[in-house]
């Protein structure tokens, strides 16, 4: 078997019994860039620092760390000491941080091998991985689809077999869309599980940094490295959990499954729902219909708040002390020309979008009522679990779109979330399993507790043998 | 609500963007799609405690004096610096 075509514990227990070096899966791992460049899941790579990194962790002969030698790809809005982080933008294309974001500093310390950087929508802007001032990813399972977004490049990367695992982020779905596009397993933490510090910012209340890979155990160790309490993060505040320590089967559990599906969900989605359903309900779980919050006025208050706060954390760029400065005769001159010739159309309007939340009549009408769904999606979920161990539903409402096929209504492509972002709102965790594969990926997520990943992976990874027999 | 141009025009002021004729009036017409797409946040009813976003569980650092990054460091970020400061055009005349 090919090196890349082994699972992150794979090839890590390899490495341990040596059986191929750090160096050798490095390298195997660039091998495989370069044949897919074409995907174009990648931003940047830096062979030199990951095959010295490599070959020190060889020499070391000390392979006892939980990440020892394995390549890893980080999405392009996580700050990587040393190694360009543009945000897949125009404003950042030459932007190299000076310090490593938490997540990445965990990672490292834990032996992973950080080989590069993956595509993305700008700065976790959209839902197909084309908003990129790099070029759209393409959906390793047909090139002519997207791979979904925000985490594009990381989906396609793991998809593809160029690396075992990415870190992705995900503030409305970004996680669990992709990974449903691309058939791979992606894990939405619960918010503040792992430390923002280093994660430049869409919407700060909102953001999430977790692991994509190709099972749900190699998420489980991901985030056993990268989660717990961060000084640097204030909203961090929990530490201890063992994400390892799960059983893995849902029998005596109680699942919810949606009573109804929003109008515009693929009868294939349908389809793999409910196989999801029966497989757990075979496997000794008990479904209840449950009136799941999907709606419009989620979807409203998911975009009122995420642009409202793009907003404020993009006020920062103002071309004079990071990224892309343009000419201009005074402060004001050099801010609006950066700005406006650095960022993309989207990130654009959804400023746009965020500063007519935030002033004048916007305020009353969409913010404070955004806030007051938010509360309302909040308590319904957890009168929800009060009913049921955890829920099942789509992480998509179709599959992979075709590139290109956007429609002239930009707010249309904001229903590709519609399932993700009640969760985000609600700050919960989600996990997106693949159910079908044929012809094209479909995933479903089940969603849990505030800080009950380890329930989801045991359920999962049940799901994952089941639908692999 | 209908969206005049000059309401673009001030949105695009606080954000600090500016945009030809053409992208004004593709603003606009996003910005309506926004409107309509949201009109289900119109029949939320709210009262005053509403104004209020949700608040996550944090703590605070003490404020303590450290070393942090260096300055000639962060300073290689910027386009434009001089003496270990960030240069810009004269703000005061």
């Known amino acids: 078997m090919k090196i890349t075509a082994l699972t992150l514990t794979a090839l890590r227990d390899g490495i341990r019994q040596g059986k191929f070096s750090a160096v050798e899966a490095t390298e195997a791992a660039f091998s495989e860039i370069a044949e897919l460049k074409d995907l174009n899941a990648t931003i940047t790579v830096d062979k030199e620092k990951a095959l010295n990194a490599a070959k020190l962790a060889d020499e070391s002969k000390d392979f006892s760390r939980p990440l020892s030698g394995v390549p890893i790809l980080i999405k392009d809005n996580i700050c990587t000491k040393g190694l360009k982080t543009t945000c897949a933008s125009e404003f950042l294309r030459e932007f190299t941080p000076i310090y490593d974001a938490t997540a990445v500093k965990r990672l490292k310390n834990a032996g992973a091998i950080i080989i590069g950087k993956t595509n993305m929508d700008e700065f976790g802007m959209g839902s197909r991985g084309e908003n990129s001032a790099f070029g759209a990813v393409k959906n390793p399972h047909d090139p002519s689809r997207c791979a979904g977004g925000s985490s594009s490049g990381s989906a396609c990367s793991v998809a593809s077999f160029q690396v075992p695992a990415a870190i992705g982020t995900d503030t409305g779905g970004s996680i669990t869309l992709p990974a449903s596009h691309c058939g791979v397993v992606g894990l939405k933490p619960t918010y503040s599980a792992v430390s923002r510090f280093g994660l430049i910012a869409y919407a700060s209340s909102l953001d999430r940094i977790g692991p994509i890979a190709r099972s749900v155990r190699d998420c489980a160790e991901i985030m056993q490295v990268m989660a717990g309490r961060d000084g640097l993060d204030g909203t961090c505040v929990k530490s201890g959990a063992d994400y390892l320590d799960y059983a893995v089967g849902v029998n005596g559990l109680t699942v919810g499954i949606p009573s109804h599906f929003f109008g515009g969900v693929d009868e294939k989605v349908v389809a793999a729902v409910q196989k999801a359903a029966r497989i757990l309900e075979r496997n000794g779980a008990r479904l209840v219909e449950m009136d799941i919050p999907v709606g419009e006025k989620e979807l409203g208050a998911y975009y009122a708040i995420s642009c409202a706060e793009a907003a404020s954390n993009l006020a920062r760029f103002d071309g004079i002390k990071f990224g892309k400065r343009a000419d201009g005769s005074s402060y004001n001159e050099i801010c609006v020309a950066s700005r406006t010739s650095g960022f993309g159309d989207e990130v654009k309007r959804r400023i746009v979008f965020g500063n007519h939340v935030l002033s004048g009549e916007g305020y009353s009408r969409y913010y404070i009522k955004a806030n007051k769904v938010r509360r309302e999606v909040t308590e319904r979920f957890g009168g929800i679990f009060e009913k049921c161990d955890l829920i099942l539903s789509p992480s998509a409402p179709s599959v992979a779109p075709l590139l290109d096929a956007k429609s002239s209504d930009v707010t249309e492509g904001f229903l590709e979330d519609i399932y993700n972002v009640p969760i985000s709102l609600a700050g919960l965790p989600s996990l997106c399993v693949p159910i079908n594969s044929n012809p094209l990926p479909i995933g479903v997520q089940l969603v849990g507790k505030a800080f009950s990943e380890p329930l989801l992976f045991g359920v999962g990874e049940m799901l994952e043998r089941e639908v692999s027999r | ?93």
Do not use: Q, W, Y
Request: aromatic content about 4%; overall charge negative.
């Open chain 2, 1 to 93: 609500m209908a969206i005049k141009e000059k309401d673009i025009k001030r949105l695009l002021s606080l954000s600090m963007l500016s945009c030809s004729d053409d992208e004004l009036k593709r603003l606009k017409s996003d910005l309506e799609s926004f409107e309509n797409r949201f009109r289900s946040l119109d029949e939320v009813e709210v009262s005053a405690c509403d104004n209020l976003p949700r608040a996550h569980e944090s703590f605070t650092r003490a404020d303590v004096v450290k070393d942090s990054c260096d300055r000639e460091e962060i300073l290689k970020s910027a386009a434009n610096t001089e003496k270990g400061c960030f240069v810009v055009p004269r703000v005061v005349e």
